[in-house]
């Protein structure tokens, strides 16, 4: 079950928070054109690969407490990535991205 509950939180974090920035530019609460980072590929490369890496811990962990560490330490990354994702998307995209994260 470890498995799941690893990947339900990933996606889980990356849906909210993209989903509250997609209101937030639907909203003209923030500003609709696209944010692009420089290096965001990289990024992107190096979020997945600590992802991977943490969820590996998590996975072996031989207690609960041993497991909530890399769960939280990946909860924040895949949060930061929904909304990196989705500043990157222009407002009149929007529609989609929400449709998307739906």
């Known amino acids: 079950h470890e498995m799941e509950i690893y990947l339900g939180i990933l996606i889980g974090a990356v849906t909210f928070s993209g989903s509250v920035i997609a209101f937030l530019k639907l909203s003209a609460r923030i500003g609709g054109k ?3 980072l420089p290096g965001r590929h990289w990024m992107n490369l190096t979020g997945l690969l ?7 811990r998590f996975l072996h962990a031989e207690t609960v407490a041993d497991g909530m560490m890399p769960l939280i330490v990946m909860t924040v990354i895949a949060l930061l990535f929904g909304i990196h994702m989705v500043m990157a998307i222009g407002g009149a995209d929007m529609p989609v991205v929400v449709s998307m994260l739906n």
């Not at 600590?50 to 590996?56: H, P, T």
Request: proline fraction near 10%; glycine fraction near 10%.
């Open 50 to 56: 600590v992802v991977i890496y943490f969820g590996a």
């Open 34 to 36: 696209p944010v692009m």
